[in-house]
């Protein structure tokens, strides 16, 4: 896959729009509910900065993946959380509010943690012939710029014209939706004679991802005797990963500039709206199922 105007440009923007969105939901007291229910975001956190890059780590040793693809599975687990998120935690009635923070803080903390893991991963499978693509401070300041700035854009706006950043933030929301679909069906469509091997690669280390992340936020939250919204929210948080980031830091020119690295988030992106269907329609039976009758 050769960079195009669809990484070089559609998708920089796509995710400034995207965190705009998020943005437009968020206030400060997003960012200090930690202090309110500690507990619960700093076992979030924990999973999302801490848990989920040592089994994205653990699963591309076990699967049969080429370096550049086993370091993009690498830059997906670097990249937690994110809208979509959000919305499946809202979808299937879980603590959207811890939700918003968990995905408000991680980002804050992954402008400085997605170099580090990027480039310990690069080191590790790809050896003497990768350089060190990310310069720290450089890549800092960029995701900064491509994550931050528009979601302070987005807080500015939501803190002076809340209305307006509440009728803007619907209409965003779905619009990431579809820019998200347009980057992957770009992506795919360019590469359709190797779709197929795409997902023989690399569905099975996605969807492995997916799932066991799923289970372990779930597990973790259950284990701490957090209740059920909270345990929604986490699980999702730990198990959705941010795919439209991690395809920018692997194919973007102004990051690593090679979209094969992307090929794990494209594909995750198509499955995790699958398994978030799953998981809704089991949050569904089960509340169906222990609802008192009569």
Same mark, same amino acid.
């Given at each position: 896959?050769? =960079?195009?105007?669809?990484?070089?440009?559609?998708?920089?923007?796509?995710?400034?729009?995207?965190? $705009?969105?998020?943005?437009?939901?968020?206030?400060?007291?997003?960012?200090?509910?930690?202090?309110?229910? =500690?507990?619960?975001?700093?076992?979030?956190?924990?999973?999302?900065?801490?848990l989920l890059?040592?089994?994205?780590?653990?699963?591309?040793?076990?699967?049969?993946?080429?370096?550049?693809?086993?370091?993009?599975?690498?830059?997906?687990?670097?990249?937690?959380?994110?809208?979509?998120?959000?919305?499946?935690?809202?979808?299937?009635?879980?603590?959207?509010?811890?939700?918003?923070?968990?995905?408000?803080?991680?980002?804050?903390?992954?402008?400085?943690?997605? =170099?580090?893991?990027?480039? $310990?991963?690069?080191?590790?499978?790809?050896?003497?012939?990768?350089?060190?693509?990310?310069?720290? $401070?450089?890549?800092?300041?960029?995701?900064?710029?491509? #994550?931050?700035?528009?979601?302070?854009?987005?807080?500015?706006?939501?803190?002076?014209a809340p209305?307006?950043?509440?009728?803007?933030?619907?209409?965003?929301?779905?619009?990431?939706?579809?820019?998200?679909?347009l980057i992957?069906?770009?992506?795919?469509?360019?590469?359709?004679?190797?779709?197929?091997?795409?997902?023989?690669?690399?569905?099975?280390?996605?969807?492995?991802?997916?799932?066991?992340?799923?289970?372990?936020?779930?597990?973790?939250? #259950?284990?701490?005797?957090?209740?059920? =919204?909270?345990?929604?929210?986490?699980?999702?948080?730990?198990?959705?990963?941010?795919? #439209?980031?991690?395809?920018?830091?692997?194919?973007?020119?102004?990051?690593?500039?090679?979209?094969?690295?992307?090929?794990?988030?494209?594909?995750?992106?198509?499955?995790?709206?699958?398994?978030?269907?799953?998981?809704?329609?089991?949050?569904?039976?089960?509340?169906?199922?222990?609802?008192?009758?009569?």
């Amino acid at each position: 896959m050769e =960079p195009s105007v669809l990484t070089a440009v559609v998708l920089p923007l796509a995710l400034f729009i995207i965190m $705009l969105g998020m943005g437009l939901g968020l206030t400060l007291a997003d960012f200090q509910r930690i202090f309110v229910d =500690p507990k619960a975001v700093i076992l979030g956190l924990a999973a999302q900065l801490l848990l989920l890059p040592v089994v994205g780590f653990v699963l591309a040793m076990v699967f049969p993946l080429t370096p550049e693809l086993a370091v993009g599975v690498m830059i997906l687990a670097a990249c937690p959380g994110g809208p979509t998120s959000n919305l499946v935690t809202y979808l299937v009635r879980g603590n959207v509010a811890l939700s918003i923070t968990l995905t408000a803080i991680s980002s804050l903390i992954t402008v400085l943690t997605i =170099p580090l893991i990027v480039n $310990l991963a690069m080191a590790h499978f790809m050896g003497a012939e990768a350089a060190l693509q990310l310069p720290f $401070l450089p890549t800092v300041l960029q995701i900064a710029v491509i #994550t931050l700035i528009p979601v302070s854009l987005g807080m500015t706006l939501h803190h002076y014209a809340p209305k307006l950043a509440a009728t803007l933030e619907k209409r965003v929301k779905w619009l990431s939706l579809f820019f998200l679909a347009l980057i992957i069906f770009g992506l795919l469509l360019k590469e359709r004679a190797d779709v197929a091997g795409f997902f023989g690669q690399v569905g099975g280390v996605t969807l492995t991802l997916n799932v066991l992340t799923m289970v372990l936020g779930y597990g973790i939250a #259950t284990l701490a005797k957090l209740d059920q =919204p909270t345990a929604k929210a986490i699980t999702v948080e730990v198990g959705i990963q941010n795919g #439209t980031l991690a395809i920018a830091v692997a194919s973007a020119p102004t990051f690593l500039n090679s979209p094969d690295m992307a090929i794990p988030a494209a594909i995750y992106s198509l499955l995790m709206f699958l398994t978030s269907a799953v998981f809704a329609g089991w949050v569904r039976y089960q509340t169906m199922r222990y609802q008192p009758k009569g």
